[in-house]
Structure formats: C-alpha cells, structure tokens
C-alpha cells in the first residue's frame, strides 16, 4: 500500500542529505513528492490537499535537531501526520472493536454488494470465536458467536453465510428469501438472548450503488438492532469512488468503525486515508486475503510506518534503547577510548544484552521492508537458541581464558566443548565469531563512533 510514498520520500531523504536545514525550498521539492504519491496512490483530492498543507506547516517550524538530518525529520514529520490521517488522533483504543454492551454484543454490517461484506462477517466471526478480541491492548477470551444474513434479495448470499459460517466455526441462523428483513433481525437477536451469546454479527443486503430503498432498510435494521458496531465494508479498489460511498453510507447510518477489504489485491490503498478522513471513523480491520484467516486489525501507527517502508523501526529502536544497559554500554565505550582489549568477557556482556532485547522472532518482524525479506528466512527461534548456546560456551570458559582468548588452544576447546554440550566446531565458530567483532570494534576506536554511526545512516 502507497508503495510509491516510500519511493518517492527516500529519493527525497537522499537529496536532502547535506543540507543543514529544513527551508521554504527545499521542502517544497519533497511536499511534492508527497502529493504525486497520494495522488497515485488514489488519495482523495481534497484530503492530499489537507494533508500536505499540515505537514508544511509542521515541517517548517521543526528544529531539525541535532542527530537528525532534515530528511530524516521531514520523513518524522510525514509519519506523524499519516499516524494521524489514519486515525492514530483518535485515541489508542479507537480502532478496537467494541463489544462492551449487554450481550449480545450486535455488529452490524453495511457496504455495497461486492464490497466483501459476507466474507467479512466470517472473518470477524471466527476472529471473535477464537479469541482475537482485544479491549484497552488487553486480549478478553473466546466468544460465542451467532451469525445470521438479512440479505433476502440473493438466496444464494444466505447460503454463502451458512458456507463461512461452517469454515469459521461459528453458529449460522437460518433465515429465507421470503421473510423480511426486519423479521430475521427480530428473530436472531431474540435467539441470540436466549442461548447467551456473546455477540451477533448481522449481515445485510448489498447494494449495488447507492440506494434509498436499501438505504431505508439498513436504518430500520440499525433502529431495531440497536448495534454497539456498524461497520461500514469497503473494497480498496474502489480507489477515488471509494470517497462517495462512504460519504452516502456515513450519512444514512451512525457508523462506528470501517473495514476495508482486498488490501491484498493491487488496490493502491489510498481508500484508506480518503474514507478515514471523509467518515471521520476509524479503520478498524483490514482484509487481506479471500481466506477466513485473512482479516487483520488495524493500527495507524504501525500502518503509518509500513506505508513508509520504516517497519516498526520507530518501536524497535525504543525497545532496543530500553534494553540495553546504559551502565555496560558505558563501560565498554569508556574502555575502547582507553585503548583496552575488547575480550571475550565484554563479548559476552554484549550477547546478555542481546538476550535483553527479547525475543529475536518478534524483534525481526519489526524491521523495514527491506531488512524483513532478508529477515524472514531467519528463523527468530533458531536465533534464540543460537544466543543461548554462545552464552553456554563462554559460560564454560575461565575468566582468564575469556580475557585473553588466545590462550584458547585445542585441549582448552575440548574441554569447554564438553563443558557446553556443543560439539568443538561450535566452539571455533564462536571464536570466530568474536574475532570479527573484535575487529570491528579496532575499526570502530580508529574512526569515532559518530563516524561509523554516520556510515551506517547514510
Ligand atoms: P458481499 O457481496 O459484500 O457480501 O461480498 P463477498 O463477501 O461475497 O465478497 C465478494 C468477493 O470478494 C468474493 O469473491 C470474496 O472472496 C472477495 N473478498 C472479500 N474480501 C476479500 C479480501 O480481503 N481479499 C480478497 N482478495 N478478496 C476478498
């Protein structure tokens, strides 16, 4: 999604590098990369309008603080406001789903036919029979779940509910072509008292543009129901259209929240910012896939730094910051300006440090775009227990041996071998390991550590 964002800001970023401040000019070039890839993006008009407006304005009054480089901050700035355009103003619980009325919990479901409204429904259903309901960041267990199809038009949409019902393992309610709509409602909501569900998820006709009879139909049912969610399915692929769907639909009916669907086909996602901004409701999911599995919450934020090919890098450089004990970072940067040896025992300190960063699956997840391809044939697993395993090995060594590695010979690495459950081999790769680093960080005491942090930025 909005993959020429990313593109177009960090040829942005790279022409900006060298210049030491953000000015009238230079912004300029990059708020026009901003537009183009909105507008290519099918971002609505209007809203690329706003919106690069706001990040102007923010842009030019940003102190482009010592460790950052005006492309650097300006890619901030535009992050921020996309957190924003996507909902992240509208408070850290916005786009939770919420079920917190007198159950049954009703979720109502309106869109254009096509929209994947039916698909939607059997998504939510088995995200909400297996748990994946989530309330203040806190997960609130399995529910149980009825579904029932208020679509009397399509006998054929009733039989598709019944089919995904089925795959998602949820409870289908019958109904017929020949009742009304307003009647199975009635009906399925009575059932659903009766037998303790936890929540009911209605799905209604789709419409295939806007129409006032539907239109009609959908607020009797919204009157009667009485849903704690109406959510409003919309197919990314829409892409301009998608603007005055959502404006009909927000008008006729008090919509809580949107879902937009087949973000996996080559939709270009700016649908998203545009019914955000036009409906002024939150994204709640997104669909992925045709699959059942294929439904994902949705995050601004985490969106946000996608969209931007940063990953969740803002999020991991905190943890990373977190972790790392500043008292042994100290130490060892206080030794390598003195000129001591970095030995096996700082070595194992900076695998401990590591191991703080917790696990490594979920620590790989959260780089760029380009990292995580290289990441994902990574094995976070494998990483973890290969952490483990070094830290045996220099476990089994003396402190003497771990501060001067060299005495480490043949009989020694049998011995720690032994020691460590590994087999020898281990031990040398270890070592060899070590010998890099310990390279690395000569390279680093010749040449400043601001130097190499600068290589490693640009
Ligand atoms: P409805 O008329 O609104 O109930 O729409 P359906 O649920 O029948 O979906 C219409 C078509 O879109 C079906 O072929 C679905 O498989 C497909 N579909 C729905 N959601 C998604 C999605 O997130 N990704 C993809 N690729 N296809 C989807």
């Known amino acids: 999604m909005l993959d020429n964002l990313t593109a177009r800001l960090s040829r942005v970023v790279k022409t900006l590098k060298g210049e030491a401040r953000l000015t009238e000019a230079n912004t300029q070039e990059m708020l026009r990369e901003v537009r183009l890839a909105l507008l290519e993006a099918d971002v609505a008009l209007p809203v690329v309008r706003e919106f690069v407006a706001r990040v102007k304005e923010k842009a030019l009054g940003e102190d482009v603080a010592g460790s950052l480089t005006p492309g650097q901050a ?35 479901m309106a869109g254009l036919q096509g929209s994947g409204k039916t698909t939607t429904t059997g998504k939510l259903a088995r995200w909400l029979a297996e748990g994946g309901h989530v309330q203040n960041g806190r997960k609130t267990g399995k529910k149980k779940v009825l579904v029932v199809s208020a679509d009397v038009y399509r006998p054929a949409a009733i039989e598709q509910l019944k089919t995904v019902a089925a795959q998602a393992g949820v409870d289908f309610m019958p109904s017929t072509a020949d009742q009304k709509p307003e009647d199975i409602a009635r009906n399925a909501l009575d059932h659903a008292r009766r ?36 959510l409003f399915v919309v197919d990314a692929m829409l892409g301009q259209d998608a603007v005055n769907v959502a404006k009909a639909f927000n008008d006729a009916l008090p919509l809580t929240g949107v879902v937009l669907t087949k973000l996996d086909g080559d939709a270009r996602g700016g649908a998203a910012l545009s019914v955000r901004q036009i409906t002024g409701k939150p994204l709640k999911f997104v669909g992925v896939s045709e699959k059942l599995a294929g439904l994902e919450p949705f995050h601004p934020e985490r969106m946000a730094q996608r969209v931007l090919g940063m990953g969740d890098i803002l999020s991991l450089v905190e943890e990373a910051q ?54 994902s044939q990574i094995d976070g697993k494998q990483a973890n227990k290969q952490v483990r395993r070094m830290e045996g090995i220099l476990n089994a060594m003396t402190e003497l041996e771990r501060s001067k590695p060299e005495l480490i010979k043949a009989s020694r690495k049998r011995r720690i071998a032994t020691g460590a459950g590994v087999q020898v081999q281990e031990v040398n790769r270890m070592l060899a390991q070590f010998e890099q680093m310990q390279a690395m960080m000569k390279q680093m005491k010749k040449g400043g550590m601001a130097k190499m942090m600068r290589a490693m930025g640009g």
């Open 195 to 230: 037998h303790h569900y936890d929540v009911l998820i209605v799905d209604t006709a789709g419409r295939l543009g806007i129409d006032e009879v539907l239109m009609n139909e959908i607020r009797a049912l919204h009157a009667l129901l009485n849903p704690i969610e109406t």
């Open 74 to 108: 300006l890619v901030g700035v535009v992050h921020k406001e996309l957190t924003t355009l996507m909902g992240g103003d509208l408070g850290p619980n916005a786009t939770e789903l919420s079920l917190a009325q007198q159950p049954p919990a009703v979720i109502l």
């Open 322 to 375: 977190r972790a790392i004990d500043v008292d042994e970072a100290q130490k060892l940067a206080a030794k390598l300006k003195s000129g001591d040896r970095f030995d096996l025992n700082d070595f194992r300190s900076q695998i401990a440090q590591m191991k703080n960063l917790g696990d490594m699956g979920s620590l790989l997840e959260k780089l760029p775009a380009q990292f995580s391809q290289a990441a």
